[in-house]
């Protein structure tokens, strides 16, 4: 059996002829456990209205997507904001992904230019990387926590002290073990431009943790 | 033979390295040290995890998460949400939403979609609007956005896929640039 849901035109001009209606489908059959849908059938159960589907989506993704934030900005707070960011442009542009990538991909995607736009927005100071401190790679012992998380802090303010391509080609190489294909369509560049991107953000990287024995 | 070219000292990291080039690799010291030398920040940047966030700061970003998408109109109305209230205001909104319309109406087309939103818009939209309406019609239609200079750095990015990025959604300040800039170029006297 289907039903017919009809929604009122959510603006002040209702243009003629465009129908403002849409049929959503239901059915007998028990609605299934979210946690038990994968994230194509998420995405159409949002789109059906069900609110607590992105919901889903959010719980699984966030953490992900809040450490690509977090390493593009090295800061917990604005890391939390993108992040926000991040889903309310899904949220805004769900209907528009078609399941030609995995969620994660396209959510990914949406990440990171919504970190490179707030860069540009913000207008932060990219300092040429020459006229900065390199960072202190410090004393190494693989034996202790401290340490470790220190080196792991020194690695993530290197990371974000590389200019933004760059730092968004590394990202998404590197922890979203994206394609240099996929990187290049996302950040609108060549295959080459990616490879050199990610060529120069490593030789940086080098530079910035200090030469290492 | 020449030394490896940085695209493939990346392929090599990628353990994607052309086999022929792989042949010189074996007998040049100069091209594996300059391989070692990428490996090791490649190898730091792995091993960097981040610091998580507590169970209460997960909580608070999903309350403000959860009131932030409250504020949004569904997403079911795709790019149609686009006209919510909050969203557009009378000329400077017609101007993106042509823009916009004019982006996605390919993709409306291919997803078997809803007739011909842009004529329909358009006429009703006329039909409320001000003389300037035809001339920035006009305008809009010739407009090639990657050709606008005024987008340098204002953090819209103009390449292929734009429509693709617009659809998927402006936040405000992006929306008011945009508005601005094509509001500018299509000479429309601000208010
Ligand atoms: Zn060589």
Request: aromatic share 14%; proline share 6%.
């Given at each position: 059996m289907a039903a017919e849901r009809t929604s009122n035109w959510p603006g002040t001009w209702a243009p003629v002829g465009v129908p403002v209606s849409r049929t959503v489908k239901s059915s007998d059959a028990p609605i299934p456990r979210l946690a038990d849908l994968d994230d194509a059938a998420l995405v159409a159960a949002t789109l059906d209205g069900r609110r607590e589907a992105f919901d889903e989506i959010v719980e699984r993704h966030r953490r992900v997507v809040y450490q690509l934030c977090y390493r593009f900005v090295n800061q917990p707070e604005d890391a939390a904001d993108l992040t926000q960011e991040t889903f309310v442009r899904a949220w805004r542009g769900l209907a528009k992904f078609?399941?030609?990538?995995?969620l994660s991909t396209w959510l990914h995607r949406i990440a990171v230019n919504v970190c490179l736009n707030r860069v540009a927005l913000k207008r932060l100071p990219t300092e040429p990387i020459d006229d900065r401190q390199f960072v202190d790679p410090g004393a190494r012992d693989p034996h202790g926590d401290l340490v470790r998380d220190e080196r792991a802090a020194r690695v993530r303010a290197a990371i974000a002290q590389l200019p933004p391509k760059q730092r968004a080609t590394l990202l998404l190489r590197v922890y979203q073990d994206m394609p240099h294909e996929e990187i290049a369509q996302v950040l609108g560049n060549t295959v080459g431009a990616v490879k050199a991107n990610f060529f120069h953000a490593l030789g940086n990287l080098r530079r910035l943790l200090g030469e290492q024995p | 033979m020449t030394h490896l070219r940085p695209d493939e000292l990346v392929d090599l990291l990628d353990g994607a390295l052309a086999p022929g080039r792989a042949a010189h690799l074996e007998t040049c010291d100069l091209c594996r040290e300059e391989a070692a030398r990428l490996a090791m920040p490649l190898d730091a940047a792995r091993g960097a995890g981040v610091p998580e966030p507590s169970e209460g700061e997960w909580a608070r970003f999903s309350t403000r998460l959860s009131s932030a998408i409250e504020a949004?109109?569904?997403?079911?109305?795709?790019?149609?949400?686009?006209?919510a209230p909050p969203v557009l205001v009378p000329i400077a909104g017609l101007a993106v939403l042509v823009f916009a319309l004019a982006v996605s109406v390919d993709r409306v087309a291919e997803r078997?979609?809803?007739?011909a939103p842009v004529a329909v818009v358009t006429d009703a939209a006329v039909d409320d609007e001000s003389d300037a309406w035809p001339a920035l019609v006009e305008v809009l239609a010739a407009l090639?956005?990657?050709?606008?200079?005024?987008?340098?750095?204002?953090?819209?990015d103009v390449r292929p896929g734009v429509s693709e990025r617009l659809v998927a959604g402006l936040s405000r300040e992006e929306f008011a640039t945009l508005q601005r800039l094509i509001e500018d170029e299509a000479g429309v006297a601000h208010p």
């Open positions: 078609r399941g030609q990538a995995a | 949004e109109p569904s997403p079911g109305w795709g790019w149609l949400s686009w006209l078997g979609g809803w007739g090639d956005l990657s050709e606008v200079d005024a987008f340098a750095g204002t953090g819209i």
